[in-house]
């Protein structure tokens, strides 16, 4: 259905921004965010999608930018880091302002948070502009739940927020930012002729605000998993349901 879908819907706009999270949609969630590397297959795909010129193609991530360009390790596309705090490629160079007094109190509620869970193995995973607090290996969650809650509580909060994702807190700055802004700031610049399509692919939490923004376009709004308490209209199983639809639509050609 998805894939008929697209196929009308590529036939109706010439060029299409193609926004993919990372984590967990072109790769599997490991257990340390450093294992989750781009198989040589993704890899591949994504070239021929970069390629191609049908599509925009932009990868818009939780993580640090440098870090998923890093690991993407590809150039010519556009990159969204941080929930869409930075976003870079052609003709974008943007940071949000609000990162700007936020960089020192994420350093100081991150050495605070490492001292106190320093038992729990939980990971600390500092981001410049966020933090994000992975519990996924730890012995007891709930544990380290209430030491987070009592950190965080007590820290001055009133210019960062909290957010929960699987298996992670995140910190972020307060304000009204999130990746369906930078979704659509990207696709503002890019839609010069007003007749550009959308598709977005993301599985976690952090994606639903992407997924609206493509649902008031009419675009394909797509949820890797089972596609339930989602906003995405359409959903892949897995990441490798992911790569079959990614590999469909690099052989469309432009037109
Ligand atoms: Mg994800």
Redesign the pocket.
Known sequence: MLKRKSQEYLQKYPKVCLFL?????LTKIRKLPELAVLDKNMREILTKLKNNKKYYLGIIS?RELQDVKGLVKLNGLYYSGNHGLEIRGKGINFTHEATEKTVFLLDELASKLSENLKDTQAFIEHKGFSLSLHYRNALDEKLVSEIFHQTFDAFETTSLQLFQGKKVFEIRPKVNWHKGKAIAKLFNILDLHSNLGIIFI???RT?EDGFKFVNSLNGLSIHVGKGKNTAARYCLKDTNAVKDFLAFLAKWSYS
């Open positions: 999270d990372y984590d967990g949609t939780g993301g599985d976690d994606d």
